[in-house]
């Protein structure tokens, strides 16, 4: 393995936990991992990666060889990088489409922690409702719809029947209908709440809260150990992958909605602590490793 620059630091206080159960290092968490370290470290140079940083950086992480490069071949040949060869070395750079994805999920990511406390704080009432109709046997637009609907923070009600309280979400889902091909049947609205149920009983129905908090506590516990880590670059990597599920768990929902002492305002301010402590050295390191000479 290669030595840590971070090596030098002062160690922890405790014992770093290992990378959690929900990120074991198979090969398709070792594809969902690259596009973590992508985003991280890849996209804000634009110089790409050496296939031997890559490997480096998941045997910290405890991802065999062969998934490492299992995953990054995957990624290829979704479209998402393009290999460079150099000699015997590869180097691979990300596509366009991959940009425009990370830059994205960056966004999403990093502006997260702000919408949860800011939609605590203040709310106007308003509601986004998407009513679809999609054929049972459409199963590509129907996984389109659910899994960017969810990772735009909306709650389902029932089939075909979405939800959220972001006003600025509409032309999210304006999108999301229109690339899954369903456009044609369905009604989007923003409106005020007037119903006979307790909204309450709504929002339960659309979210499950103690799942979602549970994760939060489960991030907190994970991430709020004192000192500085001894591979700061493994933990980094291990933050933002972490971190990076609750945009599309948490719909950052108004303050009245969320129980007493909500975990997720204090799990966002253990993010960007942790983060913006860890950023240089763990990219310092990544430089380190992703140099060829």
């Known amino acids: 393995m290669v030595e840590s620059a971070a090596a030098t630091?002062?160690?922890?206080?405790?014992?770093?936990?290992?990378?959690?159960r929900r990120h074991e290092a198979g090969a398709g968490s070792?594809?969902?991992?690259?596009?973590?370290?992508?985003?991280?470290?890849?996209?804000?140079?634009?110089?790409?990666?050496?296939?031997?940083?890559?490997?480096?950086a998941f045997e910290r992480l405890g991802v065999a060889e062969k998934a490492t490069r299992q995953a990054l071949m995957r990624t290829s040949n979704a479209g998402w990088l393009r290999?460079?060869?150099?000699?015997?070395?590869?180097?691979?750079l990300l596509t366009p489409s991959a940009t425009r994805l990370l830059t994205e999920g960056a966004r999403r990511i990093y502006s997260f922690g702000n919408l949860i406390e800011g939609t605590a704080q203040s709310w106007d009432g308003q509601w986004v409702l998407v009513q679809v109709r999609i054929p049972e046997t459409d199963r590509r637009a129907r996984h389109v719809?659910?899994?960017?609907?969810?990772?735009?923070?909306f709650g389902s009600l029932g089939p075909g029947l979405w939800i959220s309280p972001h006003v600025a979400r509409e032309q999210e889902a304006t999108r999301v209908l229109r690339d899954a091909g369903v456009a044609d049947d369905a009604h989007l609205f923003v409106a005020k709440r007037t119903g006979l149920s307790d909204t309450r009983e709504?929002?339960?129905a659309a979210w499950d809260?103690?799942?979602?908090?549970?994760?939060?506590?489960?991030f907190v516990a994970e991430f709020r150990g004192p000192g500085v880590p001894s591979d700061v670059l493994l933990r980094q990597l291990e933050l933002v992958h972490a971190w990076r599920r609750f945009p599309a768990l948490d719909p950052a929902l108004p303050r009245e909605f969320l129980p007493p002492r909500w975990t997720g305002i204090r799990a966002a301010e253990l993010f960007f602590d942790r983060h913006e402590r860890w950023a240089d050295d763990a990219r310092r390191e990544w430089k380190r490793l992703n140099n060829p000479a």
Not at 9 to 20: E, F, G, K, V
Not at 30 to 53: K, N
Not at 209 to 218: M, S
């Open 9 to 20: 630091q002062t160690q922890p206080t405790q014992t770093q936990p290992a990378l959690s």
């Open 30 to 56: 070792a594809r969902g991992l690259l596009l973590t370290l992508l985003g991280e470290f890849v996209l804000p140079d634009e110089d790409g990666a050496w296939t031997s940083a890559v490997l480096a």
């Open 83 to 92: 290999a460079d060869k150099v000699g015997r070395r590869t180097r691979w």
């Open 145 to 153: 719809v659910r899994t960017r609907l969810a990772w735009a923070g």
């Open 202 to 204: 709504m929002v339960a």
């Open 209 to 218: 809260l103690p799942e979602i908090e549970a994760e939060y506590e489960q």
